[in-house]
């Protein structure tokens, strides 16, 4: 117990004190009951009750002081010096508000059965022990009296003790929304982090890439062929500008919450054949097929992925396929978008990494990870193919990668148009 604790049951034990003695004095006097034939019927005596009951008084009430740490024999301790009291000295009104003080504690402190238990067994002493006075009638009241007494204070205790476990629940349930709010915030924020870093990989990876192959043109081509030289290095110095500006302006976005950020318009399947091209320069023969595909009837958010997984994949075939031929294939149904990328190169060596799918949420096979885990996948290893099952993942759809049965290496997905399906 805190010293606060101790404080107030001794504050307690001393106005518990007072009323018990100011009970005695009043009783034991001619004040309270004047008509003398009165007092000698119901047995009351007017003289002053002297050291002897004051001390048992005293008695009765000051181990209220430990009636928190231990409520039982703090009860049963009052009770019985209460009984003897009464048996002792039954011409003097002793107050019963110590064992009413403790009944009141353990309904506060401890479970609903044992103030059941205490509250049935002290009403029963009370009717068996032997109250002021000779008179029947006098010590029905009496003992009715103290009874009720005692299912107050026993219902005050429990009603307390209600309360208490409320505030304590509510307490705790605004606790849990809290540490909820925390865990839903950290994890956006870890989302978020894991988006930027998903597109600043795939604009630099798809950017410096394109730079590197053009640069190498320039190379080869500044002695022979000056004109197309300089045409390679213009191109360069576009792909690195358009790189920049995407760049500058998602960081801008991040450094300016309240301001409005010049944008860039955001790139879509229009820019597919610059995919197409920046394939060709590197050496392949891309081609590029739509089926129906019409991005102004295509959300945006879908038309954007699409033209992020398909540069992603176009990227891991320069880099890493070593493929001739590399096609496009992008059509729209009537509940989704299709887009598959395949080549004629080297695959990826066979194992457990050889191949992956993922479906929406709710599927048999859909599966979720850790936004580290995602992040590490970009970061180191996995070509980018972790960060294009991600797109995916958001949006609902499926996504497989996997080598061809005719050699070379597919990537396949279907995203529904609308959110959620």
């Avoid at 039982?72 to 011409?91: E, I, K, R």
């Avoid at 070593?322 to 009537?334: D, F, G, H, P, Y």
């Avoid at 996995?382 to 049965?405: C, D, I, K, T």
Wanted: aromatic residues 6%; glycine residues 6%; hydrophobic residues 45%.
């Amino acid at each position: 117990m805190k010293t606060r604790d101790w404080m107030i049951d001794g504050a307690v034990m001393l106005v518990a004190l007072f009323f018990a003695i100011v009970q005695m004095y009043v009783a034991s006097s001619p004040v309270m009951f004047r008509d003398e034939s009165f007092r000698n019927m119901a047995g009351v005596v007017t003289r002053d009750p002297g050291i002897a009951a004051y001390v048992l008084l005293i008695a009765t009430v000051l181990p209220l002081v430990l009636r928190r740490r231990f409520p039982w024999p703090v009860l049963v301790f009052t009770f019985t010096l209460f009984v003897m009291s009464q048996g002792l000295a039954p011409s003097y009104s002793f107050s019963i508000i110590g064992p009413a003080i403790a009944l009141f504690t353990i309904a506060v402190e401890r479970p609903r059965t044992e103030i059941i238990i205490a509250l049935a067994i002290s009403i029963v002493v009370l009717f068996w022990m032997p109250p002021p006075g000779e008179n029947d009638s006098i010590r029905l009241v009496v003992v009715i009296q103290n009874a009720t007494y005692l299912a107050l204070s026993a219902g005050i205790g429990v009603a307390y003790h209600m309360h208490r476990s409320f505030l304590r629940e509510v307490e705790q349930r605004v606790a849990e929304v809290e540490r909820t709010r925390e865990k839903e915030a950290a994890r956006r924020v870890e989302e978020e982090r894991v988006r930027i870093a998903r597109e600043i990989h795939d604009i630099t990876a798809h950017s410096l890439s394109a730079v590197s192959i053009q640069a190498a043109a320039a190379e080869r081509l500044i002695d022979r062929d000056p004109a197309a030289a300089r045409g390679a290095i213009a191109e360069v110095r576009k792909t690195a500008k358009s790189a920049l500006e995407e760049i500058r302006s998602m960081i801008g976005v991040l450094r300016n919450e309240s301001q409005e950020v010049e944008t860039n318009p955001t790139n879509g399947t229009d820019r597919l054949p610059d995919l197409c091209a920046y394939a060709c320069n590197a050496g392949l023969e891309a081609t590029l097929e739509t089926d129906g595909y019409d991005a102004h009837k295509v959300p945006a958010y879908v038309d954007v992925t699409v033209f992020g997984i398909a540069r992603e994949a176009l990227t891991n075939v320069v880099r890493h396929a070593q493929a001739k031929k590399v096609r496009i294939t992008l059509s729209q149904e009537a509940d989704q978008v299709h887009l598959r990328i395949e080549d004629d190169g080297c695959g990826i060596p066979e194992g457990p990494s050889a191949s992956m799918k993922a479906s929406a949420p709710g599927s048999a096979s859909g599966r979720k990870r850790s936004a580290h885990s995602q992040l590490d996948d970009i970061s180191a290893g996995g070509h980018g193919l972790q960060g294009m099952e991600e797109r995916v993942y958001v949006l609902h759809g499926s996504f497989s990668a996997a080598n061809r049965p005719q050699g070379g290496f597919a990537v396949d997905v279907r995203i529904p148009l609308q959110e959620g399906e």
